[in-house]
């Protein structure tokens, strides 16, 4: 199983960026998929959810990105996306991936998100 992340970079406060995480080796419609993020000397955190085909792709999002951010997949793609949007300075971390069915948990390598003000 191989999960990849992309899309990271810079940008000003109240740009936009699109990450990608595409996954091989799976059945991927089977899988929930996260963004978490971690930010320097911070815990990791959740930022969104998305689930699998068994629940048609339920959204969920931690409340600092409720609004701005979006979680999608396309699953013929095996990808899952996490659009962002009005970006603050303080959403700059590094971002993950990943992927849960039952017991079975695997995480992407993460992808630089920073946000000047």
């Known amino acids: 199983v191989q999960l990849q992340a992309s899309g990271g970079g810079l940008v000003q406060a109240g740009g936009s960026l699109r990450l990608s995480c595409t996954a091989s080796g799976i059945a991927f419609s089977a899988y929930g998929v996260g963004w978490y993020r971690q930010a320097p000397g911070k815990q990791r955190e959740l930022v969104a959810t998305i689930g699998n085909r068994d629940n048609q792709g339920v959204t969920t999002y931690a409340d600092s990105v409720k609004s701005r951010f979006t979680i999608s997949r396309d699953n013929a793609k095996n990808a899952v996306y996490l659009q962002m949007s009005s970006l603050k300075p303080e959403d700059t971390a590094v971002y993950y991936c990943?992927?849960?069915?039952?017991?079975?948990?695997?995480w992407g390598q993460g992808t630089q998100v920073t946000v000047s003000s």
């Open positions: 990943k992927v849960v069915s039952g017991g079975y948990v695997r």
